[in-house]
């Protein structure tokens, strides 16, 4: 692609940003109505029953997922209610919204299926190393981790699917295409998470994407979790050595981790493979 295609893509992609036309993705149905069921104090367990076993797919999910390493209990989950049951409400929310974004990268159009399936798999990754620190940082949710770890990068999707215009030497030409999600998928993944009318954590998950140096306050939050887990997907590729150590993330010093060191942060990753690659299968 040359330098001039690249920067009349780049100004139309910008365009379409701030005049607010650029095409943004529809929570699925089914996550829209777990999250309302579940936020609902007049509504249990059995309502969200009903609501999930409309789809084969994510009831097998929760099954499994109730039925796997990271929650079995001892007698195995047989039927849903009693894998909800043991899973818990807000739980189910984040595994069930989780799982339901797959249905997202789904490509419309085959000349970006591979995009998408490589973008849905660095998120599931992201996904699986925020749960993993979240475990070991007191009072934050794995599962609420994991699903935040997964939207990060929701802004990317659009813009690979506009991609899809294109000619094929776009498609091919991944320096540029880097380039574009480096640039746009912060900025739309905020848009698609106040559309979509998430938390404000999660927002500021969206909105947090790579500023390595964020520092809004003394007190550590869900953005620095996922901060942390990013900057260690970046471990062994070339990009890591254009980005800060570890320990000179403002999110590293304020997680109470106890008396993490980078190289420990290493080996909590090495300790947590099974769990790690339980949680991209699931969602893979």
Known sequence: MTHRA????????????TEGTLQLPVLP??????????SDENQGIAELVKIIQSDTSMTAYLLRVANSVLYRGV???????????????????NLAISYSLKALFRPRSPAVKDLLQ??????????????VFAKTCPGYNP???????LLQDIGALPIIEKLAGYPKD???????????????????GVAIMKKWKFDKDLVEVARSREDWMRDPGPKADLADIVLLARLHCYVG??????????NQLPAFHKLTLGDLTPEMSLSIIQEAREDIREIQKSLI
């Open 6 to 17: 690249e920067a009349e893509i780049i100004s139309h992609i910008q365009k379409e940003i």
């Open 75 to 93: 007698v195995p989950s047989t039927e849903l209610l009693q894998a909800l049951n043991r899973l818990g409400l807000k739980t189910t929310r």
């Open 118 to 131: 490589k973008q849905w798999n660095k998120s599931t990754y992201l996904a699986a190393l925020s749960s």
């Open 170 to 188: 776009v498609l091919e030409d991944s320096r540029s295409i880097n380039l574009m999600l480096h640039r746009f998928t912060r900025p739309v």
């Open 29 to 38: 149905d089914i996550a829209f109505k777990v999250r309302e069921t579940s």
């Open 143 to 149: 599962d609420r981790a994991m699903l935040a770890g």
């Open 237 to 246: 590729t070339k990009r890591m050595q254009k980005l800060p150590r570890i």
